[in-house]
């Protein structure tokens, strides 16, 4: 009778354990992911088309001359007629080209072949990367300055990224690269009571955009 109380009692014990719910699989904790900023220098943007010209066919005058790594880069203004302009580049004594900026839709779409946009600055970023800035040569200077850049000595161009002017008439001061940002100025100084407040404005590109930065 006593061995059949025990018996009772451990297969009671065993049923009762078996009855309990497994215990919930523990996961494992959840990380977030580390965002790191691109550095200002990284390529981005798109490929910018290159047209290669005869320089018969327009009137050229230099810029400026560049080394990028083993490369000499030769920069001019080239003209057609008085409603072109274009941002011309000559890599080691070669074939002369213009950066054309339209985008293939706007190509598609029938934007005129000609260009309007010119060299306002031209510099070489310390890590080799050049880095030029264009305006609109046309008329007037354009709302809208285009920062491109080449990692390949002139060979190839990309359309870095875009800022808008405060004004048109607002004209391309200066340009300061170190690894860590890049520093972007523009001066108004004037625009024919515009109420648009006259002097510098400057941005501020450390990977993640342009930032204007507070007077």
């Not at 009778?1 to 297969?11: E, S, T």
């Not at 047209?51 to 990028?68: K, N």
């Not at 515009?194 to 404005?201: A, S």
């Not at 204007?212 to 007077?215: H, K, L, R």
């Given at each position: 009778?006593?061995?059949?109380?025990?018996?009772?009692?451990?297969?009671m014990?065993?049923?009762?354990?078996?009855?309990?719910?497994?215990?919930?699989?523990?996961?494992?904790?959840?990380?977030?992911?580390?965002?790191v900023a691109?550095?200002?220098?990284?390529?981005?943007g798109?490929?910018?088309?290159?047209?290669?010209?005869?320089?018969?066919?327009?009137?050229?005058?230099?810029?400026?001359?560049?080394?990028?790594g083993?490369?000499?880069?030769?920069?001019?203004?080239?003209?057609?007629?008085?409603?072109?302009?274009?941002?011309?580049?000559?890599?080691?004594?070669?074939?002369?080209?213009?950066?054309?900026?339209?985008?293939?839709?706007?190509r598609?779409?029938?934007?005129?072949?000609?260009?309007?946009?010119?060299?306002?600055?031209?510099?070489?970023?310390?890590?080799?990367?050049?880095?030029?800035?264009?305006?609109?040569?046309?008329?007037?200077?354009?709302?809208?300055?285009?920062?491109?850049?080449?990692?390949?000595?002139?060979?190839?161009?990309?359309?870095?990224?875009?800022?808008?002017?405060?004004?048109?008439?607002?004209?391309?001061?200066?340009?300061?690269?170190?690894?860590?940002?890049?520093?972007?100025?523009?001066?108004?100084?004037?625009?024919?009571g515009?109420?648009?407040?006259?002097?510098?404005?400057?941005?501020v590109?450390?990977?993640?955009?342009?930032e204007?930065?507070?007077?």
């Open positions: 009778m006593f061995q059949h109380a025990i018996a009772v009692i451990l297969v014990g065993v049923a009762g354990c078996a009855t309990q719910p497994p215990a919930p699989p523990t996961s494992p904790p959840v990380t977030e992911p580390v965002v691109e550095p200002a220098l990284a390529p981005k798109r490929a910018v088309l290159t047209v290669p010209f005869d320089e018969a066919d327009l009137a050229t005058e230099a810029f400026g001359t560049l080394s990028s083993e490369h000499v880069v030769d920069f001019f203004s080239a003209r057609g007629d008085v409603m072109s302009n274009y941002a011309a580049v000559r890599v080691d004594n070669g074939e002369m080209q213009w950066l054309d900026l339209h985008t293939d839709e706007e598609a779409a029938g934007a005129s072949p000609a260009s309007g946009w010119g060299w306002v600055h031209v510099t070489v970023a310390p890590d080799d990367t050049i880095v030029g800035v264009l305006d609109w040569f046309i008329e007037s200077s354009g709302p809208t300055l285009h920062i491109v850049t080449s990692s390949d000595g002139g060979a190839s161009w990309v359309l870095h990224s875009e800022v808008e002017k405060p004004h048109y008439m607002a004209l391309f001061e200066r340009l300061e690269l170190t690894p860590d940002a890049w520093r972007l100025t523009v001066m108004l100084d004037d625009c024919g515009c109420n648009v407040p006259l002097g510098e404005t400057t941005w590109n450390a990977g993640a955009g342009w204007i930065v507070a007077p």
